[in-house]
């Protein structure tokens, strides 16, 4: 059974409402969050939750670090972080294709105590005869070309600092946003919870947001995402990996005001 708490697009779910949904589900064994929400550019503060959960042993916490790996502090053991699971590309800046996780001692103990078979891709005693016991287990066919990608962007991640690599996607995303907001665009997202690497801003009243993504495609070489179903009709803009720049910055801003300047839009500095 999943219990849901939900917030209106841009609104981060504070941790008060998620303890709060905890304490009413005592048996809850699990609480999932998303720390970087790429639909609204939403940053989740995700290390004050594995301090509040020091004091249910009986819940797990589980967190999608999709969008923030490689780009935003993330200390899953420091923050008590039970399951971690994230992506290849975004800020990790090598092809997509793989997902690096972390699992706690705890999720183990946990896995081992099921009653209930698991499918293959999420057997983790398997994984665990994969990587961990030696001798190994032999292991299924393998994405080497993949994996040999990831070496090098994690070769050239140490090469620059990881602390390094989380400030330079900051101050790209930060860079943008001070922009965007001064041309008198609205961002989705809480100003304090507004996640640096990508950029969820609202369409302007008046404009076709779709003709405008189209413009910046042909004659700007950008590519930009737009709203998911359901959301408010925005733009969303990510500089992650090579792309986290203040030039890259710079080059998609004023690509952006070149295309609505040939529009009707309603925007006010």
Known sequence: EVVEVAEDWGTHVPNARLLGALDEHRDAT??????????????????E???????????????????????????VHGWGVDYAYSCTQKCVGSPPGMSPISV???????????????????DFELLRKYWVERPATYHHTAPVLHIYALYEVLRETLAEGVAERCARHVAAG??????LRDAGLRLIAEPEHQLPQLSAVAVPDGVDGNEVQDELLLEHGIEVGGGLPGAPEMWRIGLM????????????????????ETTDAAISA
């Open 30 to 47: 699990l609480l999932a969050v998303v720390h970087g929400e790429t639909s609204t550019g939403s940053l989740h503060p995700l290390a």
């Open 49 to 75: 939750l594995g301090g509040a959960l020091t004091e249910r042993p009986g819940t797990l916490l589980m967190a999608d670090c999709v969008t923030t790996l490689g780009g935003t502090e993330l200390d």
């Open 104 to 122: 706690s001692a705890a999720a183990i103990e946990r896995f081992e105590a099921r009653s209930t078979p698991v499918g293959f891709s999420f």
């Open 174 to 179: 930060t860079h943008l946003q001070e922009r």
């Open 241 to 260: 990996g090579p792309n986290a720049s203040i030039e890259t910055a710079d080059r998609v801003f004023d690509a952006l005001m070149s295309v609505l």
